[in-house]
């Protein structure tokens, strides 16, 4: 495999072509904020919040790949600015109460915003009034608390085969949705394997009989699985 | 099957937006069930919720049974200044319905849409792909009465 010199943080390192930004820095152990990411799932640059700033220009760093003489930087006050606002906005639309959910305390949501250092969110909050699915046996899905983040989907594509998650509509209006937009317990296609539970970053897709702060999850178990899988 | 698939034999998901178009084209009802969905789906060997996810990005697509004829008013800005609200007004006064709504009979469904393009003849509107352009309310009264006359007569 080719290596490729890149500069990051000011920092010469080499790395196979191929690599995405986000990887090399992972290898370095430079931290770069990440939500939508899962390691062994596909990157979809959906959340935003691992920005990075490639010669002036802000890009996601799990969706680009290096270059010969990249020059990089994962930290800055832009960044930073720029990360903690894209976090206020994906806290104001939709309905993000910690208190009041079952992922308290295990959220990885809730998480950034300490780590970022959120205080509060100064864009207006949307409030929207959107729909709880509790139709499945097991699992709930709250789209109150859904941020889109799209590990759902692909973790039901990618490991399991299922197909069942899907997004649709387009900006405001989008929503997470179980094959045709049915009731999820009337998902032929669905496993109940409940791998989507454990990559979920919030309280958005959540086991049943759950209080608030009861709902833990494992989301590196999929990558571990993905791991065995591959070395197999 | 739905007829529309035996045109496209070995179709792949490229030409998913191509067959949705025909088929809501074809349809009566000018709309797509999630019985074709599903036949869509199984012909072109995609997922259900990624055939709903790509279909409900495009507003042109509708989930529910529309009237015979589909009218799509512009509601963007140079259409705005010219008086498209007071045209928009006047439809719903003539049809009986509100936006997005169809009328009892089941002739017309009433929509408003991004730009058309036409911002030369503004306001405007289409009903099924005709257009109609510098739009007044007397207009909109011979518009939509030629084609109640129209659709008595054929």
Known sequence: MKEILIRIDGKEVSAPAGSTILEVAKQQGIPIPTLCHLDGLSDIGACRMCI????????????????????????????????RLNLELIFAERNHVCSMCVSNNHCELQDLACDLGMQHVEVPYAYPRLSLDASHPKFIIDQNRCILCGRCVRVCAEVEGAHVWGIAGRGSEARVITELGIDWGDAEMCTDCGKCVQVCPTGAIVEKGKAAAEMEKHPELVTTLKERREND | MNEVLKKYPSATREDLLDILHDIQESDPHHFLSDEVLTDVASHLGMDLADIKGTASFYSMFSFSPRGKHVIRICDSPPCQLLGATTVLQKLIEVLGVAVGETTSDGLFTLETSSCLGMCGVAPAMMIDNE????????????????????????
């Open chain 2, 131 to 154: 257009t109609y352009g510098n739009l007044t309310p007397s207009r909109i009264v011979e518009i939509i009465e030629r084609i109640r006359r129209e659709d008595e007569t054929s």
């Open chain 1, 52 to 83: 990075v700033d490639v010669g002036g220009k802000i890009v996601t760093s799990c969706t680009t790949k290096i270059a010969e003489g990249m020059e990089v930087i994962t930290n800055s006050d832009r960044l930073a600015e720029l990360r």
